[in-house]
Protein backbone atom coordinates (compact mmCIF):
# COMPACT_ATOMS: atom_id res chain seq x y z
CA UNK A 1 0.00 0.00 0.00
CA UNK A 2 2.06 2.78 -1.15
CA UNK A 3 0.09 5.42 -2.31
CA UNK A 4 -0.84 8.28 -0.35
CA UNK A 5 -4.90 8.64 -0.28
CA UNK A 6 -6.51 12.10 0.60
CA UNK A 7 -9.05 10.40 3.08
CA UNK A 8 -9.16 6.74 4.60
CA UNK A 9 -12.82 6.32 6.26
CA UNK A 10 -13.26 3.59 8.27
CA UNK A 11 -16.99 1.74 8.70
CA UNK A 12 -19.75 1.59 6.44
CA UNK A 13 -22.71 3.05 7.97
CA UNK A 14 -24.53 5.72 6.12
CA UNK A 15 -22.66 8.50 7.41
CA UNK A 16 -19.23 7.30 6.57
CA UNK A 17 -20.68 6.08 2.90
CA UNK A 18 -22.32 9.75 2.18
CA UNK A 19 -19.24 11.06 3.57
CA UNK A 20 -17.04 9.02 1.30
CA UNK A 21 -19.47 9.59 -1.65
CA UNK A 22 -19.25 13.34 -1.51
CA UNK A 23 -15.47 13.89 -0.60
CA UNK A 24 -14.83 10.98 -3.92
CA UNK A 25 -16.97 13.43 -6.25
CA UNK A 26 -14.99 16.32 -4.53
CA UNK A 27 -12.03 15.21 -6.47
CA UNK A 28 -10.02 13.44 -2.73
CA UNK A 29 -9.07 10.36 -3.31
CA UNK A 30 -10.64 8.02 -1.00
CA UNK A 31 -9.71 4.52 0.46
CA UNK A 32 -13.10 2.80 2.44
CA UNK A 33 -12.93 -0.07 4.52
CA UNK A 34 -15.07 -1.83 7.12
CA UNK A 35 -13.95 -4.61 9.85
CA UNK A 36 -17.57 -6.60 8.65
CA UNK A 37 -18.43 -8.55 6.03
CA UNK A 38 -21.04 -6.56 5.12
CA UNK A 39 -21.91 -3.07 4.02
CA UNK A 40 -24.16 -0.35 6.71
CA UNK A 41 -21.66 -1.10 10.08
CA UNK A 42 -24.35 0.01 12.62
CA UNK A 43 -26.79 0.49 10.53
CA UNK A 44 -27.12 -2.31 8.38
CA UNK A 45 -30.37 -4.35 7.01
CA UNK A 46 -28.87 -7.99 7.86
CA UNK A 47 -29.86 -10.85 4.82
CA UNK A 48 -30.69 -13.43 4.89
CA UNK A 49 -32.72 -13.65 8.15
CA UNK A 50 -30.16 -15.99 9.69
CA UNK A 51 -27.57 -13.54 10.21
CA UNK A 52 -30.02 -11.42 12.58
CA UNK A 53 -30.27 -14.93 14.18
CA UNK A 54 -26.49 -14.99 14.45
CA UNK A 55 -25.85 -11.34 15.59
CA UNK A 56 -28.43 -11.90 18.23
CA UNK A 57 -26.56 -15.29 19.88
CA UNK A 58 -29.01 -17.66 17.93
CA UNK A 59 -28.66 -20.23 15.15
CA UNK A 60 -29.40 -20.34 11.47
CA UNK A 61 -31.51 -23.30 12.02
CA UNK A 62 -33.48 -21.34 14.87
CA UNK A 63 -35.04 -19.39 12.22
CA UNK A 64 -38.61 -21.19 11.82
CA UNK A 65 -39.41 -22.80 8.25
CA UNK A 66 -42.62 -20.71 8.44
CA UNK A 67 -40.48 -17.17 8.37
CA UNK A 68 -40.19 -18.08 4.42
CA UNK A 69 -37.81 -17.44 1.82
CA UNK A 70 -34.51 -16.23 4.24
CA UNK A 71 -33.25 -14.12 1.48
CA UNK A 72 -36.51 -12.25 1.18
CA UNK A 73 -35.71 -10.60 4.82
CA UNK A 74 -33.75 -7.39 4.90
CA UNK A 75 -33.96 -6.42 8.77
CA UNK A 76 -32.68 -3.10 9.65
CA UNK A 77 -30.82 -2.52 13.04
CA UNK A 78 -31.52 1.02 12.89
CA UNK A 79 -34.34 1.84 11.64
CA UNK A 80 -35.21 5.60 10.35
CA UNK A 81 -37.24 6.90 7.39
CA UNK A 82 -36.52 10.04 5.16
CA UNK A 83 -38.51 12.74 5.46
CA UNK A 84 -39.77 13.34 1.51
CA UNK A 85 -38.40 16.86 1.68
CA UNK A 86 -35.57 16.60 4.42
CA UNK A 87 -31.81 17.11 3.83
CA UNK A 88 -31.11 13.46 3.09
CA UNK A 89 -33.63 13.59 -0.02
CA UNK A 90 -31.44 16.90 -1.12
CA UNK A 91 -28.20 14.78 -0.59
CA UNK A 92 -29.74 11.75 -2.59
CA UNK A 93 -31.46 14.00 -5.30
CA UNK A 94 -28.22 16.68 -5.72
CA UNK A 95 -25.57 13.27 -5.49
CA UNK A 96 -27.63 11.05 -8.20
CA UNK A 97 -27.54 8.41 -6.05
CA UNK A 98 -31.62 8.59 -6.40
CA UNK A 99 -30.74 6.58 -9.36
CA UNK A 100 -29.29 3.50 -7.45
CA UNK A 101 -32.72 3.34 -5.22
CA UNK A 102 -36.48 2.94 -5.39
CA UNK A 103 -38.32 4.50 -2.23
CA UNK A 104 -42.21 4.26 -1.51
CA UNK A 105 -43.62 6.70 1.13
CA UNK A 106 -44.68 5.00 4.36
CA UNK A 107 -48.97 4.65 5.04
CA UNK A 108 -49.56 6.47 8.09
CA UNK A 109 -47.75 8.74 11.07
CA UNK A 110 -49.45 8.26 14.35
CA UNK A 111 -49.07 10.18 17.59
CA UNK A 112 -50.01 7.84 21.28
CA UNK A 113 -51.83 9.85 23.85
CA UNK A 114 -52.36 8.88 27.40
CA UNK A 115 -54.99 5.97 27.91
CA UNK A 116 -53.25 3.51 25.29
CA UNK A 117 -54.76 5.57 22.27
CA UNK A 118 -53.08 6.14 19.01
CA UNK A 119 -54.12 8.53 16.64
CA UNK A 120 -53.50 9.52 13.05
CA UNK A 121 -50.82 12.53 13.22
CA UNK A 122 -53.13 15.62 11.78
CA UNK A 123 -50.62 18.07 10.02
CA UNK A 124 -52.82 19.92 7.57
CA UNK A 125 -55.81 22.17 7.74
CA UNK A 126 -58.79 19.33 6.99
CA UNK A 127 -57.32 16.62 9.16
CA UNK A 128 -57.00 19.12 11.98
CA UNK A 129 -61.13 19.31 11.85
CA UNK A 130 -61.89 16.13 11.46
CA UNK A 131 -59.05 14.28 14.27
CA UNK A 132 -60.55 12.87 16.90
CA UNK A 133 -57.48 13.76 18.65
CA UNK A 134 -58.40 16.93 20.17
CA UNK A 135 -62.01 18.52 21.66
CA UNK A 136 -63.78 20.82 19.17
CA UNK A 137 -62.97 24.34 20.11
CA UNK A 138 -59.27 23.42 20.54
CA UNK A 139 -59.27 21.66 16.59
CA UNK A 140 -60.41 25.47 15.87
CA UNK A 141 -57.41 26.65 17.13
CA UNK A 142 -54.79 24.05 16.33
CA UNK A 143 -56.01 24.73 12.61
CA UNK A 144 -55.53 28.26 13.08
CA UNK A 145 -51.94 27.39 14.32
CA UNK A 146 -51.16 25.27 11.60
CA UNK A 147 -52.45 27.62 8.84
CA UNK A 148 -50.04 30.82 10.49
CA UNK A 149 -47.16 28.35 10.44
CA UNK A 150 -47.39 27.39 7.33
CA UNK A 151 -47.52 31.13 6.18
CA UNK A 152 -45.06 32.56 8.25
CA UNK A 153 -41.49 33.64 6.36
CA UNK A 154 -39.07 35.30 8.42
CA UNK A 155 -38.45 37.46 5.86
CA UNK A 156 -42.23 39.15 5.69
CA UNK A 157 -42.61 40.67 9.08
CA UNK A 158 -46.61 40.92 8.09
CA UNK A 159 -46.74 37.03 8.70
CA UNK A 160 -45.26 37.46 12.03
CA UNK A 161 -48.53 38.46 14.11
CA UNK A 162 -46.98 39.46 17.07
CA UNK A 163 -44.73 36.83 17.54
CA UNK A 164 -40.88 38.16 17.34
CA UNK A 165 -38.73 35.30 15.54
CA UNK A 166 -35.89 37.09 17.29
CA UNK A 167 -36.93 36.35 20.87
CA UNK A 168 -39.94 34.37 21.21
CA UNK A 169 -39.91 30.47 22.13
CA UNK A 170 -41.84 27.93 21.34
CA UNK A 171 -43.82 28.11 23.90
CA UNK A 172 -44.83 31.39 23.28
CA UNK A 173 -46.05 30.12 20.09
CA UNK A 174 -48.25 27.72 21.87
CA UNK A 175 -49.43 30.36 24.18
CA UNK A 176 -50.12 32.74 21.83
CA UNK A 177 -52.21 30.35 19.49
CA UNK A 178 -54.28 28.82 23.30
CA UNK A 179 -53.25 25.53 22.85
CA UNK A 180 -53.17 22.83 25.59
CA UNK A 181 -50.50 21.01 26.84
CA UNK A 182 -51.66 17.82 24.64
CA UNK A 183 -51.53 19.27 21.45
CA UNK A 184 -48.61 20.90 22.12
CA UNK A 185 -47.01 17.64 22.87
CA UNK A 186 -47.97 15.95 19.46
CA UNK A 187 -46.91 19.17 17.94
CA UNK A 188 -43.44 19.10 19.33
CA UNK A 189 -43.39 15.55 19.06
CA UNK A 190 -44.90 14.41 16.08
CA UNK A 191 -44.60 17.33 13.77
CA UNK A 192 -41.85 19.16 14.75
CA UNK A 193 -40.47 15.84 16.03
CA UNK A 194 -37.94 17.62 18.92
CA UNK A 195 -36.75 14.60 21.02
CA UNK A 196 -37.63 16.01 24.57
CA UNK A 197 -39.22 19.23 25.94
CA UNK A 198 -36.40 21.41 25.79
CA UNK A 199 -37.25 22.84 22.83
CA UNK A 200 -39.79 24.72 24.63
CA UNK A 201 -37.97 27.22 26.05
CA UNK A 202 -35.63 27.75 23.18
CA UNK A 203 -36.55 30.01 20.21
CA UNK A 204 -39.67 29.13 18.20
CA UNK A 205 -37.85 29.54 14.66
CA UNK A 206 -36.54 25.98 14.62
CA UNK A 207 -39.75 24.79 15.82
CA UNK A 208 -41.58 26.75 12.73
CA UNK A 209 -39.07 25.56 10.32
CA UNK A 210 -39.02 21.41 11.54
CA UNK A 211 -43.69 22.18 11.26
CA UNK A 212 -43.22 23.41 7.72
CA UNK A 213 -40.53 20.62 7.07
CA UNK A 214 -43.27 18.08 7.83
CA UNK A 215 -46.16 19.52 5.99
CA UNK A 216 -43.90 20.11 2.88
CA UNK A 217 -42.94 16.74 3.17
CA UNK A 218 -46.33 15.21 3.96
CA UNK A 219 -47.99 17.19 0.89
CA UNK A 220 -45.23 15.38 -1.49
CA UNK A 221 -47.07 12.13 -1.43
CA UNK A 222 -50.35 12.75 0.63
CA UNK A 223 -50.25 9.61 2.75
CA UNK A 224 -47.12 10.63 5.04
CA UNK A 225 -44.33 12.61 5.21
CA UNK A 226 -41.97 9.49 5.32
CA UNK A 227 -39.78 7.70 2.49
CA UNK A 228 -38.36 4.42 3.00
CA UNK A 229 -35.92 2.06 0.05
CA UNK A 230 -36.97 -0.75 -1.36
CA UNK A 231 -35.05 -3.70 0.28
CA UNK A 232 -33.91 -2.11 3.75
CA UNK A 233 -32.03 0.94 4.72
CA UNK A 234 -28.86 -0.66 3.78
CA UNK A 235 -29.39 0.22 -0.07
CA UNK A 236 -28.74 3.49 1.60
CA UNK A 237 -24.63 3.39 2.52
CA UNK A 238 -24.31 1.16 -0.74
CA UNK A 239 -25.79 3.76 -3.39
CA UNK A 240 -23.24 6.07 -1.81
CA UNK A 241 -20.41 3.93 -1.84
CA UNK A 242 -21.31 3.02 -5.75
CA UNK A 243 -21.15 6.53 -6.24
CA UNK A 244 -17.64 6.97 -4.39
CA UNK A 245 -16.47 4.16 -6.49
CA UNK A 246 -17.79 5.74 -9.87
CA UNK A 247 -15.56 8.83 -8.33
CA UNK A 248 -12.88 6.45 -8.05
CA UNK A 249 -13.10 5.48 -4.44
CA UNK A 250 -11.54 2.26 -3.62
CA UNK A 251 -13.94 -0.55 -1.40
CA UNK A 252 -12.34 -2.78 1.24
CA UNK A 253 -14.93 -5.05 3.51
CA UNK A 254 -13.67 -7.55 6.45
CA UNK A 255 -10.54 -5.87 6.93
CA UNK A 256 -9.57 -5.63 10.81
CA UNK A 257 -8.04 -2.31 11.39
CA UNK A 258 -5.16 -2.83 14.18
CA UNK A 259 -4.50 1.40 14.25
CA UNK A 260 -4.42 4.45 13.18
CA UNK A 261 -1.05 5.61 13.04
CA UNK A 262 0.12 9.72 13.97
CA UNK A 263 2.73 11.74 13.13
CA UNK A 264 5.01 12.94 15.93
CA UNK A 265 2.46 16.28 15.63
CA UNK A 266 -0.70 14.22 17.00
CA UNK A 267 -1.41 14.96 12.99
CA UNK A 268 -2.61 10.76 11.26
CA UNK A 269 -1.05 9.35 8.80
CA UNK A 270 -1.72 6.30 7.75
CA UNK A 271 -3.86 3.39 8.74
CA UNK A 272 -2.93 -0.31 9.48
CA UNK A 273 -4.83 -2.87 8.37
CA UNK A 274 -3.72 -6.81 7.62
CA UNK A 275 -0.73 -5.94 9.01
CA UNK A 276 0.02 -2.81 6.05
CA UNK A 277 -0.41 0.61 6.62
CA UNK A 278 -1.72 2.97 3.92
CA UNK A 279 -0.86 6.53 4.39
CA UNK A 280 -3.55 9.26 4.60
CA UNK A 281 -4.09 12.78 5.45
CA UNK A 282 -7.27 12.71 6.93
CA UNK A 283 -9.44 9.82 8.63
CA UNK A 284 -13.54 9.88 9.05
CA UNK A 285 -14.64 7.18 11.06
CA UNK A 286 -17.46 6.00 12.98
CA UNK A 287 -16.64 5.87 16.88
CA UNK A 288 -16.17 2.37 17.17
CA UNK A 289 -12.95 2.59 15.16
CA UNK A 290 -11.51 4.97 17.70
CA UNK A 291 -12.40 4.24 21.49
CA UNK A 292 -9.60 6.55 22.72
CA UNK A 293 -11.36 9.99 20.83
CA UNK A 294 -15.27 9.48 21.69
CA UNK A 295 -17.23 9.49 25.40
CA UNK A 296 -19.89 7.51 25.65
CA UNK A 297 -23.20 10.35 26.58
CA UNK A 298 -26.43 7.94 26.50
CA UNK A 299 -27.79 4.98 25.49
CA UNK A 300 -30.36 3.85 22.73
CA UNK A 301 -32.15 0.43 23.53
CA UNK A 302 -34.11 -0.82 20.35
CA UNK A 303 -36.60 -4.02 20.16
CA UNK A 304 -36.65 -5.52 16.65
CA UNK A 305 -39.96 -7.34 16.48
CA UNK A 306 -41.16 -9.99 13.30
CA UNK A 307 -44.94 -9.98 13.52
CA UNK A 308 -47.60 -12.09 11.31
CA UNK A 309 -50.05 -8.83 11.57
CA UNK A 310 -49.54 -5.65 11.36
CA UNK A 311 -49.83 -3.06 14.50
CA UNK A 312 -53.09 -2.64 15.43
CA UNK A 313 -55.11 0.31 15.04
CA UNK A 314 -53.25 1.42 12.59
CA UNK A 315 -56.16 0.78 9.75
CA UNK A 316 -53.98 -2.11 8.20
CA UNK A 317 -51.58 0.44 7.15
CA UNK A 318 -48.76 -2.03 5.88
CA UNK A 319 -46.32 0.66 7.34
CA UNK A 320 -46.04 3.14 9.38
CA UNK A 321 -44.42 5.44 12.29
CA UNK A 322 -45.96 5.92 15.93
CA UNK A 323 -44.23 8.28 18.38
CA UNK A 324 -44.84 8.19 21.77
CA UNK A 325 -44.17 11.90 23.32
CA UNK A 326 -42.54 11.44 26.35
CA UNK A 327 -45.18 13.63 28.78
CA UNK A 328 -47.73 10.71 27.57
CA UNK A 329 -46.33 8.11 29.27
CA UNK A 330 -44.33 10.33 31.86
CA UNK A 331 -40.73 10.18 30.61
CA UNK A 332 -37.90 12.39 29.50
CA UNK A 333 -37.66 11.06 26.06
CA UNK A 334 -39.75 9.84 23.44
CA UNK A 335 -40.47 6.33 22.00
CA UNK A 336 -40.15 5.73 19.09
CA UNK A 337 -41.94 2.73 16.90
CA UNK A 338 -41.95 1.82 13.32
CA UNK A 339 -43.14 -1.02 10.94
CA UNK A 340 -42.31 -2.23 7.38
CA UNK A 341 -43.42 -4.85 5.28
CA UNK A 342 -43.48 -6.82 2.26
CA UNK A 343 -44.80 -3.76 0.59
CA UNK A 344 -40.97 -2.57 0.85
CA UNK A 345 -39.55 -6.14 0.02
CA UNK A 346 -37.99 -6.17 3.55
CA UNK A 347 -40.23 -9.13 4.71
CA UNK A 348 -42.04 -12.22 3.73
CA UNK A 349 -45.54 -11.96 2.71
CA UNK A 350 -47.77 -11.59 5.46
CA UNK A 351 -44.42 -10.77 7.81
CA UNK A 352 -44.36 -7.50 9.60
CA UNK A 353 -41.35 -5.96 11.18
CA UNK A 354 -41.95 -3.37 14.09
CA UNK A 355 -38.97 -1.42 16.04
CA UNK A 356 -38.94 -0.20 18.93
CA UNK A 357 -36.68 2.52 20.21
CA UNK A 358 -35.89 5.33 22.90
CA UNK A 359 -33.22 6.73 25.04
CA UNK A 360 -32.05 4.85 28.14
CA UNK A 361 -33.47 6.26 31.39
CA UNK A 362 -33.25 3.71 33.58
CA UNK A 363 -31.26 0.54 34.96
CA UNK A 364 -34.08 -1.61 33.90
CA UNK A 365 -34.27 -0.15 29.67
CA UNK A 366 -35.89 -3.32 28.46
CA UNK A 367 -38.78 -2.02 30.54
CA UNK A 368 -39.08 1.33 29.29
CA UNK A 369 -39.33 -0.14 25.95
CA UNK A 370 -43.06 -1.43 27.21
CA UNK A 371 -45.70 1.42 26.51
CA UNK A 372 -44.79 0.55 22.77
CA UNK A 373 -44.73 -2.85 22.79
CA UNK A 374 -48.29 -2.71 24.49
CA UNK A 375 -48.72 -1.17 21.24
CA UNK A 376 -47.72 -4.20 18.80
CA UNK A 377 -50.06 -7.17 19.85
CA UNK A 378 -48.60 -10.76 19.76
CA UNK A 379 -45.07 -10.92 18.32
CA UNK A 380 -43.32 -13.98 16.87
CA UNK A 381 -40.07 -13.04 17.99
CA UNK A 382 -38.18 -10.09 19.42
CA UNK A 383 -34.39 -9.06 20.11
CA UNK A 384 -33.46 -6.42 22.21
CA UNK A 385 -30.27 -4.43 22.40
CA UNK A 386 -28.77 -1.74 24.60
CA UNK A 387 -26.29 0.25 22.15
CA UNK A 388 -23.97 3.24 23.65
CA UNK A 389 -24.08 6.83 22.11
CA UNK A 390 -20.56 7.80 21.49
CA UNK A 391 -19.83 10.78 20.46
CA UNK A 392 -16.25 12.37 19.29
CA UNK A 393 -14.26 14.31 22.23
CA UNK A 394 -13.22 16.77 19.86
CA UNK A 395 -13.72 18.28 16.74
CA UNK A 396 -10.83 16.63 15.13
CA UNK A 397 -9.16 19.46 13.39
CA UNK A 398 -6.05 18.78 14.99
CA UNK A 399 -5.68 15.24 14.69
CA UNK A 400 -7.35 15.26 10.99
CA UNK A 401 -9.50 12.24 12.42
CA UNK A 402 -13.22 12.97 12.08
CA UNK A 403 -15.66 11.25 13.69
CA UNK A 404 -19.30 10.60 13.75
CA UNK A 405 -21.66 10.07 16.47
CA UNK A 406 -23.85 7.26 16.99
CA UNK A 407 -27.46 6.92 15.68
CA UNK A 408 -29.98 8.24 18.40
CA UNK A 409 -33.25 6.44 18.63
CA UNK A 410 -35.47 8.44 16.47
CA UNK A 411 -36.86 6.86 13.56
CA UNK A 412 -36.00 9.71 10.81
CA UNK A 413 -32.75 10.83 9.47
CA UNK A 414 -32.82 14.52 10.41
CA UNK A 415 -30.19 14.33 13.22
CA UNK A 416 -28.45 11.47 11.17
CA UNK A 417 -28.11 14.50 8.22
CA UNK A 418 -27.08 17.02 10.82
CA UNK A 419 -23.89 15.08 11.17
CA UNK A 420 -23.02 14.37 8.39
CA UNK A 421 -23.30 17.73 7.31
CA UNK A 422 -21.28 18.90 10.77
CA UNK A 423 -18.27 16.53 10.02
CA UNK A 424 -18.37 17.95 6.34
CA UNK A 425 -17.74 21.43 7.96
CA UNK A 426 -14.92 20.22 10.40
CA UNK A 427 -13.28 18.45 7.65
CA UNK A 428 -13.46 20.84 5.19
CA UNK A 429 -14.28 24.65 6.86
CA UNK A 430 -16.86 25.20 4.73
CA UNK A 431 -20.88 24.71 5.03
CA UNK A 432 -22.06 21.78 2.53
CA UNK A 433 -22.85 23.33 -0.62
CA UNK A 434 -25.65 20.98 -2.47
CA UNK A 435 -25.95 23.35 -5.76
CA UNK A 436 -21.74 22.63 -6.04
CA UNK A 437 -21.94 18.99 -6.12
CA UNK A 438 -25.19 18.78 -8.13
CA UNK A 439 -22.73 20.85 -10.92
CA UNK A 440 -19.77 18.00 -10.16
CA UNK A 441 -21.91 15.02 -10.79
CA UNK A 442 -24.06 16.66 -14.34
CA UNK A 443 -20.88 17.47 -15.16
CA UNK A 444 -19.05 14.08 -15.19
C1 LIG B 1 -53.54 3.79 6.73
O1 LIG B 1 -54.36 4.17 7.83
C2 LIG B 1 -55.14 5.32 7.61
C3 LIG B 1 -55.93 5.65 8.87
O2 LIG B 1 -55.21 5.45 10.03
C4 LIG B 1 -56.11 5.10 6.46
O3 LIG B 1 -56.81 6.29 6.20
C5 LIG B 1 -55.32 4.67 5.23
O4 LIG B 1 -56.21 4.34 4.20
C6 LIG B 1 -54.43 3.49 5.52
N1 LIG B 1 -53.61 3.26 4.34
C7 LIG B 1 -53.29 2.05 3.89
C8 LIG B 1 -52.53 2.02 2.59
O5 LIG B 1 -53.57 1.04 4.46
Not at 46 to 71: C, H, I, M, N
Not at 145 to 157: A, E, G, H, R, S
Not at 234 to 261: C, H, N, W
Request: hydrophobic share 35%; charged share 25%.
Amino acid sequence: MDEEYDVIVLGTGLKECVLSGLLSVNGRKVLHMDRNKYYGGESASLTPLSELYEKFGLKAEDVPESFGRQRDWNVDLIPKFLMANGQLVKLLIHSGVTKYLEFKTLDGSYVYKKGDKIYKVPADEKEALSTSLMGIFEKRRYRKFLIYVNDFDINDPKTYHGIDPKTATSQDLYHKHGLDDNTADFTGHALALHRDDSYKQENVLDTIERIKLYSSSLSRYGKSPYLYPLYGLGELPQGFARLSAIYGGTYMLDKPIEAIVYDDNGEVCGVTSGGETAKCKTVVCDPTYVKDKVKKVAQVVRAICIMNHPIPRTNDNSSCQIIIPQNQVGRKSDIYVSCVSSTHCVAVKGFYIAMVSTTVETDNPEAELQPGLDLLGPLKQKFVSVSDILVPIDDGKKSKVFVTTSYDATTHFETTCSDILDVWTRMTGEEFDFSKVQKDVEAN
